[in-house]
């Protein structure tokens, strides 16, 4: 039986490169195979999705299986120093088919192509194409370059490309959840983050684009959809932005925020579920959180990174918020939005922390009690903020130990959280088998944790079930449908 069971890629950059598989377009097939791998964060996932439809309009057709692909792209992260060695090692494995088969065209894609530009091929002297995020309706004729025997970058950053147009060709998809992207790049500047520099500025995607696109993905029997951007409370268009009259009065009656765009979203189906990625604590407006009570489908989960407990690192961080600030947004969202799961990001061992600062990110997840954690140690990125101001001074035992504690306190608040379930019932939605057994269904209750019940004759994946909760482990709720 085939294994339908998407991970929750939504934020974690840390697991390995997925193949990902497009069915061949009929009628226009030149006879070469693709194969795409990403890594990284949601964004890259989705960004493949878009490199594989403008390449299937060119006629090719990808495969799972890198040894048969005559052009191997890898997506790449550069969020920390290990996501990037993770991606140079397997490009390593790639290059050596490369010494077999010189007509093969590796290519380098994303966040890590737009930090080294050139430089890369340099670096990996077999790569032959580079390509930034922004630049991928370029790859037709970066191909031909490298078909007529020269290497090709293109690593330009656009401020307006969105790809609006582009209806992404969905990669190994289960027909049920998929990622939309309504913004891209990040203008934040955190002093840690290297995603303003790989990502550029950041715009927003035109409301109507993405309602078309998620109504045609509901009307082709998808039932969730996540909204992505960096920062998805800065979501904002105007409408007259485009137009050649701008008018400052009709401008400000037609801008979009992102309590609108969850509105608009949501109204296409109550049948649709909404999701969404990620929150920023200094946008995030009651407005929002108003929006997401007041619809149904749209899920109670938010992912509030807060990245430390601390003021003084929080400032140094350039987060632009402080613990009173953040504490008062998580009041908010329990005040306004009953029973809404939070989950966060969190960094340990950023430039001159202390152990009492310290301590305060883990007061922070005392007073939280998160439902789930993304926890890291702090790596510097060149051409950061942190990078050129501060010193990369907290000796790696130190940065290991602080992160081993919050890991083991986060187990315990997840198991806190799913153990506060058991005895109740859950709207799940089945997104396939569970990835142990066939005679196990697994899906997401509204709060994002995964359920698993038994299979049965009365539903199937693609339709929402109530599973009351009898036991649980410490990633998962399991139940029956009642
Ligand atoms: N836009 C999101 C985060 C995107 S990156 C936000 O603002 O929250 C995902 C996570 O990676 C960040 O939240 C942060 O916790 C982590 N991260 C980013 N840069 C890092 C670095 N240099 N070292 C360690 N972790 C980092
Ligand atoms: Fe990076 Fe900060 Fe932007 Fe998130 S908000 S992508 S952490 S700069
Ligand atoms: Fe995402 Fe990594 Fe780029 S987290 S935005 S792929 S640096």
């Not at 039986?1 to 991970?7: C, F, G, K, S």
């Not at 196990?440 to 049965?456: E, K, L, W």
């Amino acid at each position: 039986m085939m294994d339908l069971v998407i991970p929750d890629k939504t934020h974690d950059e840390s697991r390995q490169g997925e193949a990902l598989v497009l069915e061949p377009v009929t009628g226009k097939n030149n006879g070469r195979k693709l194969y795409i791998e990403s890594y990284g964060c949601a964004m890259n996932f989705s960004d493949s999705e878009i490199v594989a439809s403008i390449l299937s309009e060119q006629g090719f057709e990808t495969t799972a299986d890198h040894n048969a692909a005559d052009v191997i792209f890898i997506n790449t992260c550069s969020i920390r120093e290990n996501a990037e060695q993770r991606v140079r090692n397997r490009l390593k494995e790639f290059t050596v088919s490369k010494v077999k088969n010189p007509g093969l065209v590796v290519g380098v894609l994303g966040c890590m192509a737009e930090r080294l530009k050139s430089k890369f091929l340099e670096e990996e002297k077999l790569v032959d194409v580079v390509v930034g995020p922004d630049a991928y309706r370029d790859l037709p004729n970066l191909i031909d370059q490298v078909d007529s025997g020269q290497k090709a970058v293109n690593v330009l950053l656009s401020r307006e490309e969105t790809y609006a147009d582009i209806s992404p060709v969905r990669l190994n998809s289960n027909g049920i959840n998929a990622f939309v992207s309504i913004m891209r790049g990040c203008d934040n500047m955190c002093s840690f983050c290297v995603v303003p520099f790989t990502r550029g500025r950041e715009r927003s995607r035109d409301p109507q684009s993405i309602v078309a696109e998620c109504t045609d993905l509901f009307n082709k029997g998808y039932r969730e959809v996540t909204l992505l951007g960096q920062n998805v409370d800065s979501y904002k268009w105007n409408a007259t932005a485009e137009s050649e009259t701008p008018n400052a009065e009709a401008s400000s009656a037609e801008t979009t925020n992102f309590a609108n765009l969850l509105e608009l979203v949501a109204l296409i189906s109550p049948e649709l579920r909404v999701r969404f990625s990620t929150s920023h604590p200094k946008d995030i407006t009651d407005d929002v959180l108003y929006t997401i009570n007041k619809y149904d489908n749209i899920c109670n989960y938010i992912h509030l990174p807060v990245q430390s407990g601390n003021s003084r690192i929080l400032e140094m961080m350039n987060r632009t918020y402080d613990r009173e600030w953040y504490i008062n947004r998580i009041d908010a969202i329990r005040r306004i939005i009953p029973d809404c799961a939070i989950s966060t990001d969190m960094i340990t061992g950023f430039c001159s922390e202390t152990d009492e600062e310290h301590n305060d990110s883990v007061s922070m997840m005392d007073y939280v009690k998160y439902d789930f954690a993304y926890m890291f140690k702090y790596s510097e990125r060149p051409g950061t903020l942190a990078a050129k101001r501060y010193k990369d001074d907290i000796p790696e035992e130190v940065k290991q130990s602080r992160l081993a504690q919050i890991v083991a306190k986060q187990q315990e608040y997840s198991f806190y959280r799913m153990q506060a379930r058991i005895g109740k019932v859950e709207k799940v939605l089945i997104e396939g088998y569970s990835k142990k057994a066939d005679k196990d269904y697994c899906g997401r209750s509204d709060q994002n944790a995964m359920v698993i019940f038994p299979v049965g004759d009365n539903y199937k994946p693609g339709e929402y079930v109530n599973v009351l909760i009898e036991r649980t482990t410490s990633a998962t709720l399991i139940g029956k449908v009642v």
